[in-house]
């Protein structure tokens, strides 16, 4: 299946002097099979080593030799299995190695030995290295997530409603158009953006099965949480994991460590929600404090809103149904509009990046704010009825620079009076 990261790969390759392809993200958001469907497109071939299952390979780089003794016993490995290779024309991919330990020290001076080399590594993590950091000139770190909309759209072959929906600020959709994506959208919110699930519920239609492979791949991810950490730093990681639907459908959407466990004091699960977004099952949204650019300068780190992987794992946690039958309408107001802001959370990070979220010293909450050109933008969610409407008002107040706004919910596309409104399934265009 497309996925829109083939753009940066591209880019990479032509890099007149490759740096290390490093692909970083969650178990089961499709790394591997992009990057392979990638190379066989643009090198005469590939060979990939994954260290989950190669464990003479995994041992080697697990070594505590020198880095001399390492570099030659991979390479006497990598010709023991693959021959006589030119790699300047194959992709020389390892997979899986998040377990060994600096790998990307290793690399960076595999690297200089070998530099005609094309390497590519692939990691079930979003953790960065202070190392890998600092040497991105020798590092090109890109970051998978699960599908987006449009993504899924493509998936779909629904080509003719991707050009229907990239048109829609001059030329609004039909009404057959805007209920086929409404339709879409209704089902893209409950089989999620997994790329294996997409791919099964595309080929079967049979919402049934996706509640199960949903069920399979969230019983997987507990069992990489216990098998990634010590008993008890596993136990406060999953502990936080099981909370984080009940605290998504309150008001007050900050999380709470107080709600994971009576008495729990956040200098006890920090690190456990640390863990967690480093394995990429969850990620935060931290709170501003003022809206000032750049906003990164006005960030409270220790206030922050805690959203899963994918909002069709969001549903199934929460144990809502999955079935044909269901409204777009329902599944936006669904645990007081949770689900929704999982989905927007997914949508417009790919999109702009950073997002925070923002509230008044009384009641007004922003969901998402993120940095504009010269000021800070405001995101407000209007799908359903009772939602505040002061909450952008009180923004502007505080903040009289801003001079756009952005409205999400499921009208057509319009700009009045300083405010953007998008539809919920024309996000990934705006």
Same mark, same amino acid.
């Given at each position: 299946?497309?996925?829109?990261?083939?753009?940066?790969?591209?880019?990479?390759?032509? +890099?007149?002097?490759?740096?290390? %392809?490093?692909?970083?993200?969650? %178990?089961?958001?499709?790394?591997?099979?992009?990057?392979?469907?990638?190379?066989?497109? !643009? #090198?005469?071939?590939?060979?990939?080593?994954?260290?989950?299952?190669?464990?003479?390979?995994?041992?080697? %780089?697990? &070594?505590?030799?020198?880095?001399?003794?390492?570099?030659?016993?991979?390479? =006497?490995?990598? +010709?023991?299995?693959?021959?006589?290779?030119?790699?300047?024309?194959?992709?020389?991919?390892?997979?899986?190695?998040?377990?060994?330990?600096?790998?990307?020290?290793?690399?960076?001076?595999?690297?200089?030995?070998?530099?005609?080399?094309?390497?590519?590594?692939?990691?079930?993590? $979003?953790?960065?290295?202070?190392?890998?950091?600092?040497?991105?000139?020798?590092?090109?770190?890109?970051?998978?997530?699960?599908?987006?909309?449009?993504?899924?759209?493509?998936?779909?072959?629904?080509?003719?409603?991707?050009?229907?929906?990239?048109?829609?600020?001059?030329?609004?959709?039909?009404?057959?158009?805007?209920?086929?994506?409404?339709?879409?959208?209704?089902?893209?919110?409950?089989?999620?953006?997994?790329?294996?699930?997409?791919?099964? #519920?595309?080929?079967?239609?049979?919402?049934?099965?996706?509640?199960?492979?949903?069920?399979?791949?969230?019983?997987?991810?507990?069992?990489?949480?216990?098998?990634?950490?010590?008993?008890?730093?596993?136990?406060?990681?999953?502990?936080?994991?099981?909370?984080?639907?009940?605290?998504?459908?309150?008001?007050?959407?900050? #999380?709470?460590?107080?709600?994971?466990?009576?008495?729990?004091? &956040?200098?006890?699960?920090?690190?456990?929600?640390?863990?967690?977004? &480093?394995?990429?099952?969850?990620?935060?949204?931290?709170?501003?404090?003022?809206?000032?650019?750049?906003?990164?300068?006005?960030?409270?780190?220790?206030?922050?809103?805690? =959203? $899963?992987?994918?909002?069709?794992?969001?549903?199934?946690? #929460?144990? !809502? /149904?999955?079935?044909?039958?269901?409204?777009?309408?329902?599944?936006?107001?669904?645990?007081?509009?949770?689900?929704?802001?999982?989905?927007?959370?997914?949508?417009?990070?790919?999109?702009?990046?950073?997002?925070?979220?923002?509230?008044?010293?009384?009641?007004?909450?922003? /969901?998402?704010?993120? +940095?504009?050109?010269?000021?800070?933008?405001?995101?407000?969610?209007? !799908?359903?009825?009772?939602?505040?409407?002061?909450?952008?008002?009180?923004?502007?107040?505080?903040?009289?620079?801003?001079?756009?706004?952005?409205?999400?919910?499921?009208? /057509?596309?319009?700009?009045?009076?300083?405010?953007?409104?998008?539809?919920?399934?024309?996000?990934?265009?705006?």
């Amino acid at each position: 299946m497309y996925r829109n990261i083939i753009n940066e790969l591209a880019t990479w390759y032509e +890099e007149p002097r490759k740096r290390i %392809l490093y692909i970083k993200g969650a %178990l089961g958001v499709g790394k591997t099979w992009t990057v392979t469907d990638f190379a066989t497109g !643009f #090198f005469e071939g590939y060979k990939l080593i994954d260290l989950s299952v190669d464990t003479a390979f995994k041992s080697i %780089l697990s &070594s505590d030799s020198d880095i001399d003794t390492i570099i030659s016993n991979l390479d =006497f490995m990598l +010709e023991q299995h693959f021959g006589e290779i030119d790699y300047t024309k194959q992709l020389l991919i390892f997979d899986e190695v998040q377990d060994v330990q600096d790998i990307d020290r290793f690399f960076y001076e595999y690297a200089k030995r070998h530099r005609n080399y094309v390497i590519c590594l692939i990691a079930s993590s $979003m953790k960065i290295t202070e190392f890998e950091y600092h040497h991105k000139d020798v590092f090109n770190i890109i970051r998978m997530r699960p599908m987006t909309f449009d993504e899924f759209l493509i998936a779909n072959k629904a080509t003719p409603l991707i050009s229907a929906i990239e048109n829609s600020k001059t030329t609004p959709l039909s009404s057959v158009e805007e209920d086929t994506a409404k339709s879409m959208l209704r089902d893209f919110l409950i089989v999620g953006g997994m790329p294996g699930i997409v791919k099964h #519920f595309i080929k079967n239609k049979d919402f049934q099965a996706v509640r199960q492979m949903q069920l399979d791949l969230l019983d997987t991810y507990n069992k990489l949480i216990k098998s990634s950490f010590s008993a008890s730093m596993s136990q406060r990681c999953r502990r936080i994991w099981k909370s984080i639907p009940s605290q998504l459908s309150r008001d007050n959407k900050k #999380f709470m460590y107080r709600f994971v466990e009576d008495n729990a004091r &956040s200098r006890e699960y920090s690190d456990a929600t640390y863990n967690l977004c &480093s394995l990429g099952l969850s990620r935060k949204l931290p709170r501003l404090t003022a809206n000032t650019p750049p906003l990164e300068d006005h960030v409270d780190y220790k206030s922050f809103e805690l =959203f $899963m992987i994918d909002h069709g794992l969001l549903r199934a946690q #929460f144990g !809502f /149904p999955a079935e044909d039958t269901l409204t777009l309408e329902t599944i936006f107001a669904e645990a007081n509009g949770a689900v929704a802001e999982q989905y927007i959370f997914q949508e417009l990070s790919n999109k702009v990046g950073f997002l925070y979220y923002w509230i008044s010293k009384a009641t007004a909450r922003v /969901p998402f704010v993120y +940095e504009g050109e010269s000021t800070a933008v405001p995101v407000d969610i209007r !799908f359903t009825a009772n939602k505040k409407a002061q909450n952008i008002k009180t923004f502007k107040l505080q903040n009289p620079n801003t001079d756009i706004s952005v409205q999400i919910s499921l009208h /057509p596309v319009s700009f009045t009076e300083g405010i953007l409104n998008i539809p919920a399934y024309g996000l990934w265009n705006m």
